[in-house]
């Protein structure tokens, strides 16, 4: 192409925890946001995948959204109530405008090439080319539904966690909800309270009477670093650390609503078959099956393993192995809110010091 690119020395691809832990950190470190750097962001709005969450999941509800560094969520988090998708989104504004950080929005990545000494990297806000990139572009754009046969002959409608809105929805429908985690469990007890529904998991969910023991945590995060150290997929870290009992969960389990069922084998037009024979007809399939991470737009830099895996390294496991001009921050280990911030700082201090940027 014979486009102009705009030169920079670092572009971040996304605003959420992850790519503002990281742009607050390059800025920390002497960088000029704007000029040696500049935050790409694909929505209209601050707040990442956050401001897409259904209304329901509140700051109450919600694991913890941990602070982002060198500005509290105290502040603006209001009453416990109050709804994550408004006010992490309040937050992020106020923090993108206190640290000066001039996040460019809406501007989605579509592919980002090597040329050589640089990275091209192509969005609908134009053409840019830097010395290094730091990803931190989540997993909502990545919705995973696993595959079953049958599935397209299904009449009735499926849907995923991330086009769940409200339970009302669903009145007077019979709703299949699949998977064990966390969401799976919170629009389980939302619909089983105005529906029928029926839950299947693929293996017997593991419930934690006991608090949540940062040991485990630890351990879970630990787990996940070295599959991606070793260029494997990395799992979910909660998938690790089991569902805490909560009252909600305790509510359930008193109504019925927690009665759970294997994975069905074959998808009917109206509904689900198990493996020996047993049919239930469901009106609705919800698929609380998770995300992976988005990073199609990176697709021609070839990272992938033929696991399917990228293999990571630096100190936070943060740097890719094939390229190092390329961080993934909000990946992996780091795919919490308190994860996604220790990310984006160890991303900012290695690119920085990989591309001789630091004085
Ligand atoms: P996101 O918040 O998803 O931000 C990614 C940003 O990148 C978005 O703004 C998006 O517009 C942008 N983007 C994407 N693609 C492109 C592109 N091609 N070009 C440009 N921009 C792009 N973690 C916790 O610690 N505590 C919790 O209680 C908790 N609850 C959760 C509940 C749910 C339902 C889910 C799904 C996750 C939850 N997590 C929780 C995980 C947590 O939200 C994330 O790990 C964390 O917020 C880090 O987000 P991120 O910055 O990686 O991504």
Not at 234 to 250: D, E, F, N
Not at 311 to 320: C, E, K, N, P, Y
Request: glycine share 10%; aromatic share 8%.
């Amino acid at each position: 192409s014979v486009r102009p690119a705009l030169k920079l020395p670092i572009v971040v691809i996304g605003a959420g925890q992850a790519g503002l832990s990281a742009a607050y950190h390059l800025k920390q470190l002497g960088l000029d946001p704007g000029r040696d750097f500049l935050v790409l962001d694909a929505d209209a709005h601050p707040g990442g995948a956050w401001q897409h969450r259904w209304s329901s999941l509140t700051l109450t509800t919600v694991n913890r959204v941990h602070d982002l560094p060198g500005m509290g969520f105290g502040d603006f988090a209001g009453d416990e109530s109050v709804r994550a998708s408004v006010a992490v989104p309040h937050y992020f504004a106020a923090y993108e405008e206190h640290f000066g950080l001039n996040v460019l929005r809406p501007a989605r990545v579509s592919v980002v090439c090597d040329r050589g000494e640089r990275l091209r990297i192509e969005s609908d806000r134009g053409l840019f080319s830097a010395r290094g990139i730091i990803n931190a572009t989540g997993t909502w754009e990545k919705p995973y539904i696993p595959p079953y046969p049958g599935a397209e002959s299904f009449g009735g409608i499926q849907l995923h966690t991330k086009d769940y809105v409200s339970a009302d929805i669903f009145g007077g429908k019979h709703v299949l909800v699949v998977g064990g985690g966390i969401s799976a469990i919170q629009l389980l007890d939302e619909i089983s309270q105005v529906t029928r529904t029926t839950w299947v998991t693929r293996t017997p969910p593991r419930f934690r009477e006991a608090p949540f023991d940062q040991e485990a945590g630890r351990q879970a995060v630990a787990m996940v670093e070295e599959r991606v150290r070793a260029g494997l997929p990395p799992r979910a870290v909660v998938s690790v650390t089991g569902l805490p009992v909560t009252p909600a969960i305790v509510a359930m389990r008193e109504r019925g609503a927690l009665n759970r069922l294997p994975m069905f084998s074959e998808i009917l037009p109206a509904g689900v078959r198990w493996e020996d024979g047993t049919r239930l007809d469901v009106d609705v399939i919800l698929w609380c099956t998770g995300f992976q991470s988005a990073l199609d737009h990176l697709a021609p830099l070839q990272l992938r393993e033929p696991s399917g895996g990228i293999t990571m390294t630096g100190r936070l496991a943060t740097q890719v192995a094939k390229d190092p001009r390329v961080h993934l921050v909000g990946y992996g280990p780091s795919a919490s809110t308190i994860g996604a911030n220790r990310a984006g700082s160890a991303a900012a201090r290695e690119l920085t010091a990989f591309l001789g940027l630091r004085p």
